[in-house]
Nanobody, 122 residues
């Protein structure tokens, strides 16, 4: 069992930056791939970024590549999503999740946080 809790969302102007944090507890953090997903109003949940337990591999959606960076601190059992050059279309509820697989598919993730709202104003 893994518990994940997101934090760091908020309101920011277009072009600004935010850092989301995901604190995980329970089973060994490094055993899981940690992913970030988001759901905008009226849209499907979509993959944003993921990092393997070893931290050796990262994956990004094309829409955020070059603007967002995912990183992990195994000592703190925490994963971060650094979001730069934010756009209004990045507005969504962002969720952190853990999976025993390396996947971009939300269905592969077993443990989810409650989500944190990110709103980007134009």
């Amino acid at each position: 069992q893994v518990q994940v809790v997101e934090s760091g969302g908020g309101l920011v102007q277009a072009g600004g930056s935010l850092r989301l944090s995901c604190a995980a507890s329970g089973r060994t953090f490094s055993m899981y791939t940690m992913g970030w997903f988001r759901r905008a109003p009226g849209k499907e949940r979509e993959f944003v970024a993921a990092i393997t337990g070893s931290g050796g591999s990262t994956y990004y959606a094309d829409s955020v590549k070059g603007r967002f960076t995912i990183s992990g601190d195994n000592a703190k059992n925490t994963v971060y999503l650094h979001m730069n050059t934010l756009k209004p279309e990045d507005t969504a509820v962002y969720y952190c999740a853990a999976s025993s697989l390396v996947s971009r598919n939300w269905a592969s993730y077993d443990y989810w946080g409650q989500g944190t709202q990110v709103t980007v104003s134009s």
